[in-house]
């Protein structure tokens, strides 16, 4: 039986769901808390506690947002003939770094796994048909993660922008096999841009 109080024993398991997070540095991560001011606790956990409703996903594009307006989807100073589909709100930050691309973003959210036997939502793919009919995208950037999944999303939704007649191109130059995103210096995601191959 563990000595430590069970209030303490229970956010020491919050943290733990933290990626990177083992047992012990959720326990010193909690010991360090209780050290914290009240008030700068409250603020702490009045911030998780509100973090989705002052951060939501723009219904449009699906890039994060705290104002009614989206920066990426209502900002008329993008290029709208271009789009870059991405699996997760967090690539567009990656991709913003490199001011390589000025198009549009669509969240495709989570890609297609052979392996799991999940498959891309239809209400997904029906979305971004609409999307790129609306706007009449001319390109379409694919970059996903360099990974079995990624490239197996990537295949399918070339076949759909075949037959719709976009363009689609997909970051390949300098991305390492394995690599996710947010893992891979700016140099290298911008000379991924640039090098963007039709496949
Ligand atoms: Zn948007």
Redesign the pocket.
Known sequence: MSQIPSELLTLIAHLRKLPGVGHKTAERFAFYLLDWSDEDLKKFSMQIATLKEKIYP??????L?DTPN?S???NTSRDFSVMCLISSARDVYAIEETRAFKGL?HVIGALLSPLEGRSINELTIDKLENRLANLEVKEVIIAFDSTLEGDATALFLKQKLDSLGIKATRLAFGLPMGSSLDFVDYGTLEKAFIGRQIF
Do not use: D, I, R
């Open positions: 723009c219904s449009e594009c699906g890039c947002k989206c990426f989807c209502q973003y």
